[in-house]
């Protein structure tokens, strides 16, 4: 299916479950997260052989702080041990780094790598993989107000074009495709504004099963729909 037009140009994935495939095999939570870090490099390498452009992964919301600090501390030691060797990955492949989120509540070498990753990468045309890591939508668009109003954007100045230039996906088409695993049926705060005339993809599998065969069951059922934005 690699170059067909009627796949999505723009994949958002909520990435859910891995602290259930953990349970089911008696493991840690911290084992779940890792599994499913591993499935990352699959999932991305996937859709770039498939053609998409762009590819969003939701890894870490603004309400995620609020787990228990021994399981935030392993999410956050799992980006860290990754971040250099993956970036390496990615750019030898020709796919961009981009981070959509904040960065601030990083350690400061944490957000220095993090930064180079996406330096590294930021010529790479392959794909574009956005990782939102402490992202929130509704927060997104408060800070993209803030920053309109601050920027004396007159009221007569503002349409959705201008709106969405302020958002952390500036520049980036808004995602055709928005999947999330592991069988909850709800966006939770994930790209709300860009979502509107994405078409939803819910499946049962966990994040780290979401493999090849997942992926094509996905990109057939989209190729199935019928996508209007509001016409006849």
Same mark, same amino acid.
């Given at each position: 299916?690699?170059? =067909?037009?009627?796949?999505?140009?723009?994949?958002?994935?909520?990435?859910?479950?891995?602290?259930? /495939?953990?349970?089911?095999?008696? #493991?840690?939570?911290?084992?779940?997260?890792?599994?499913?870090? @591993?499935?990352?490099? *699959?999932?991305?390498?996937?859709? +770039?052989?498939?053609? &998409?452009?762009? #590819?969003?992964?939701?890894?870490?919301?603004?309400?995620? /702080?609020?787990?228990?600090?021994? !399981?935030?501390?392993?999410?956050?030691?799992?980006?860290?041990?990754?971040?250099?060797?993956? %970036? @390496?990955?990615?750019?030898?492949?020709?796919? @961009?780094?981009?981070?959509?989120?904040?960065?601030?509540?990083?350690?400061?070498?944490?957000? *220095?790598?993090?930064?180079?990753?996406?330096?590294?990468?930021? =010529?790479?045309?392959?794909?574009?993989?956005?990782?939102?890591?402490?992202?929130?939508?509704?927060?997104?668009? &408060?800070? %993209?107000?803030?920053?309109?109003? !601050?920027?004396?954007?007159?009221? !007569?100045?503002?349409?959705?074009?201008?709106?969405?230039?302020?958002?952390?996906? %500036?520049?980036?088409? =808004?995602? =055709?495709?928005?999947?999330?695993?592991?069988?909850?049926?709800?966006?939770?705060?994930?790209?709300?504004?860009? +979502? +509107?005339?994405?078409?939803?993809?819910?499946?049962?599998?966990? /994040?780290?099963?979401?493999?090849?065969?997942?992926? !094509? @069951?996905?990109?057939?059922?989209? *190729?199935?729909?019928?996508?209007?934005?509001?016409?006849?």
């Amino acid at each position: 299916m690699s170059g =067909d037009s009627s796949l999505p140009c723009h994949v958002a994935i909520i990435m859910d479950g891995n602290g259930r /495939w953990a349970r089911q095999r008696r #493991l840690p939570r911290i084992a779940g997260h890792r599994a499913g870090a @591993k499935n990352i490099r *699959r999932v991305v390498k996937a859709f +770039a052989n498939y053609g &998409v452009k762009y #590819l969003t992964l939701f890894a870490f919301s603004t309400e995620n /702080w609020s787990r228990p600090q021994k !399981e935030i501390h392993g999410l956050v030691r799992l980006l860290s041990n990754s971040i250099d060797e993956e %970036a @390496k990955a990615l750019h030898k492949a020709n796919i @961009k780094l981009r981070h959509i989120g904040k960065l601030d509540r990083l350690s400061v070498e944490l957000r *220095r790598r993090v930064k180079s990753a996406t330096e590294l990468t930021k =010529d790479n045309t392959r794909m574009t993989l956005c990782l939102a890591f402490d992202y929130g939508s509704r927060s997104e668009i &408060v800070d %993209a107000v803030r920053c309109i109003k !601050e920027g004396n954007v007159s009221p !007569e100045g503002i349409n959705e074009t201008i709106f969405s230039s302020y958002l952390g996906t %500036a520049d980036i088409p =808004d995602p =055709d495709l928005i999947i999330r695993t592991g069988g909850e049926i709800r966006l939770s705060n994930f790209l709300l504004w860009q +979502a +509107a005339y994405s078409e939803l993809y819910f499946t049962p599998v966990l /994040w780290p099963d979401f493999n090849k065969k997942e992926i !094509e @069951k996905a990109l057939l059922d989209y *190729r199935q729909r019928q996508r209007r934005f509001g016409n006849l």
